[in-house]
């Protein structure tokens, strides 16, 4: 599904104020990082050509959690985890 940045916005900031945090290398699921790998590399990807958007989120869900990655001011990617 493809949501607009508006739709997307609220979503992402009331639940990282809630229940969001990042991957925790030793005790989430071996699919969660694998994910969240991909994310990361993705973002990373896209921040490096010629165009990269002004704003970008990528988003996955898998049966147990939903993943987003961003890029953060310093150049760096942040993927937040959420339980379902």
């Known amino acids: 599904m493809i949501r607009s940045d508006l739709a997307l916005n609220p979503i992402i900031n ?11 290398i030793y005790n989430d699921p071996k699919v969660v990082r694998l994910v969240a ?10 921040m490096a050509s010629h165009n990269p958007p002004e704003c970008l989120v990528l988003t996955a869900e898998i049966c147990t959690h939903r ?4 890029p953060t001011k310093n150049g760096d990617v942040k993927v937040i985890v959420f339980e379902l």
């Open 37 to 46: 790998l991909n994310l990361e590399l993705a973002v990373k990807n896209l």
């Open 14 to 24: 009331a639940d990282m104020q809630e229940n969001g945090r990042e991957v925790d």
């Open 67 to 70: 993943l987003f990655a961003m």
